[in-house]
């Protein structure tokens, strides 16, 4: 487990820069994913794991890429539908084993529909999991009506690490730092729908600086005008400590 973990989370800075490209898995062809082979070829270098499906893992990434590999394991709903929170665990631990994956992780819907399943779903990868030191990682998906407050947040990110989960996917919200003292297990943000770079290198700052031990970022990365750009100004924030200005002007000189 330990060894699986730190191949994603640094032992050097204790961080992670993950690349979430699994939106595909109810999304289809996003925006910025539609060739996701070559959309993500020159991302990988500057990664420290891959957020993926395997079906995508299967298809478009080279066997022999060094890159660790995060599985998304559950899905169902497409985004036609009003409530996705009708999701099912559809990927085995046998398969992710076999695809030399360090993790594999899911969606709970706290306050969506199908709640209790999720959370039920959620216990049960961890149950397969632990046998094989298989890191699950919890994200706490937001329905179109949920808050994206601490108060809603902090019970989703709490009831997934109560659950077992050993990392957590949530969003950046006001007072995360009280996620985070709730939450015993390290959190990551997902970067959410696209914004302007200065904001989201802004938003990877702050949430280092309130406890979160990285990012599972997607498309802030790879629907910038500078795919390489962000994700290297990101880098820079996450593992070097870089101020948003200084990251900014990564970005901006990779953009030129
Ligand atoms: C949702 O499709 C997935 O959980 C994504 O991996 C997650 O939302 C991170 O991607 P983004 O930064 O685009 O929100």
Redesign the pocket.
């Known amino acids: 487990m330990k060894n699986r973990l730190s191949k994603v989370i640094s032992p050097k800075t204790g961080k992670t820069v993950m690349l979430?490209v699994?939106?595909g898995?109810?999304?289809g062809p996003t925006t910025g994913l539609k060739e996701l082979k070559k959309a993500i070829e020159p991302l990988i270098p500057h990664a420290d794991c891959l957020?993926i499906t395997r079906g995508m893992l299967r298809n478009c990434v080279d066997a022999q890429t060094k890159i660790p590999i995060f599985l998304r394991v559950s899905g169902g709903p497409s985004v036609l539908k009003e409530d996705l929170s009708d999701e099912h665990i559809t990927t085995s631990m046998e398969e992710a084993l076999r695809l030399n994956a360090v993790g594999v992780g899911m969606?709970i819907f706290v306050g969506g529909e199908n709640e209790s399943r999720t959370i039920a779903n959620l216990g049960e990868l961890v149950n397969e999991a632990e046998p094989s030191n298989m890191p699950v990682l919890a994200?706490t998906a937001v329905g179109k009506e949920m808050a994206r407050d601490a108060r809603y947040l902090g019970l989703a990110c709490r009831m997934a690490a109560e659950q077992g989960a050993h990392i957590v996917?949530t969003y950046y919200c006001e007072n995360f730092k009280d996620i985070v003292k709730s939450c015993p297990v390290p959190i990551v943000i997902?970067?959410?729908k696209k914004i302007d770079e200065k904001d989201a290198l802004q938003m990877a700052r702050s949430a280092i600086d309130d406890g979160a031990v990285g990012v599972?970022?997607?498309?802030?990365i790879f629907q910038s005008d500078s795919p390489v750009g962000m994700i290297k100004a990101v880098n820079a924030v996450v593992h070097e400590n870089a101020s948003v200005d200084e990251a900014y002007q990564i970005y901006e000189k990779e953009k030129k």
């Open positions: 979430a699994d939106h898995y109810f999304q957020f969606s994200i996917k997902a970067g959410g599972d970022m997607g498309r802030n």
